[in-house]
């Protein structure tokens, strides 16, 4: 057994809460990304004294620990074959599509299987290394799912509880992943494996059992060993009241004006917000939008489309593909029905401070979020908190995992256009009365499930899953 450190609390995320940034003059700085599993975390990792391991981006090597605001952090390096074979190759090209219900077409190579055993190998070295005897250790995503068992191996006093971000496939799916087996046992390292979904869960039992052939019982699967794992849902949220304090300032509500004026303040405003990503089903719903127009139901002087798609993952082919596609359908439908002065799309690729994305959801009527799968879906919520007014209207795919919970929004079938078209239109035209009617039961909903309910959920059944064993971890303080 490997000796223990001193933290109580170990988050292992494939991504630091810290960017690595260089300034104009060169020199070099962390800068925190404010992220909604940061700001969740933040308040347990205090009251814990808990350590962050993660990978700052890039491919600088021998960063050494350090505390920022507080956090203490372990930056873990990764060698330009690192990032090429585990993060874009078998994270991003592997992992991703197969677990979105194969949007895109996932790529199987043994080399990038190599490196993603020997970075989550690492990782786990590391969490050995830094946690303390009995402590509780929360492992994040589709990057890390080797490490529960790789880290239980060395340190089988510690509380392990595992958490997927994004969705998980079901069993027809899954098994055409040469390394089904590894994964399955790599997630039973864990004491609590946990998912945005109820089906996640039941898609996860159901494959142990079958895969790697343990006794399962309802949520429970029982090992060889004697020890017991738990898959269960608990559904990501946001923090509800910041976003709402913060779309109430006055700065927020000024530039929000703003937004509408620079617009031309048309009738309607729709947004779209999104990492610029296949899952996401943008190509659609601006078509949607467009023939719209093009149908004579309103024209460019009525309505207006934002969408913010921010690049991500650039050096993977099917993201360059995907942008190149979205570039030249934006120039087609603004070249065919704009005019001067009056895009019908207003397309940006910028990333914003929250206070610019609070301003933007305020000024929205009608926000578009229609994936082709998405594990939660984070701007649904955000949207919804933002609107304190009982106003504006929400079109969610069905497939998000939001729309488990956000069920008074205009859910839609994002493979169906004239469907989706039928709803940005209902959405459109929708009284106050029943914008506002839907709006208030959708906030009921995350007003009582913000974040901080979810990682109390998570981390409160970790410590009834292995009751006799490993230290308390204290609640966060709130104010
Ligand atoms: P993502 O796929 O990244 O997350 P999402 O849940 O929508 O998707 O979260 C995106 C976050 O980035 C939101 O907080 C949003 O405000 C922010 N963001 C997006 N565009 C931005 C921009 N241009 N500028 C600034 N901020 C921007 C994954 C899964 C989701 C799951 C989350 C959390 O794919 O399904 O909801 O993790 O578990």
Known sequence: MASSGSADLVIVANRLPVDRVTLPDGSQEWRPSPGGLVSALEPIMRANDGTWIGWPGGTDQGHEPFDADGLSLVPMSMTPQEVEYFYEGFANATLWPLYHDLVAKPSFHREWWDA????????????????SEGATVWVHDY?????????RELRPDLRIGFYLHIPFPPAELFQQLPWRRQILEGLLGADLVGFQLPGGAQNFVRLVRQRVGHKTHRDLVYLPDGRTVRAAAF????????????????????????????????????????????????????????????????????????QVATPSREQVEQYRILRDDIDRLVGHINGDLGRIGRPAISYLHASYPREEMAALYRAADIMVVTPFRDGMNLVAKEYVACRYDNDGALVLSEFAGAAEELRQAWLINPYDINGMKAALLEAYEAEEKERSRRMKAMRKTIIQHDVNAWADSFLGELAAVRPSHGKTVRPAKRS
């Not at 990057?143 to 880290?151: A, F, G, K």
């Open 116 to 131: 993603y055993v020997s970075v989550n190998r690492r990782f786990a070295e590391r969490a050995a290394e830094v946690a």
């Open 143 to 151: 990057q890390m799912q080797l490490v529960p068992q790789m880290l």
């Open 235 to 306: 559904p990501i949220s946001i923090d509800t009241a910041g976003y709402e304090e913060l779309a109430r300032s006055e700065q927020v509500e000024k530039r929000s004006a703003e937004i509408r004026e620079a617009l031309g303040n048309p009738r309607r405003i729709f947004l779209g917000v999104d990492r610029l990503d296949y899952t996401k089903g943008i190509y659609a719903r601006l078509r949607a939008f467009s023939e719209l127009i093009i149908d004579g139901h309103f024209d460019v002087e009525d309505a207006v489309f934002v």
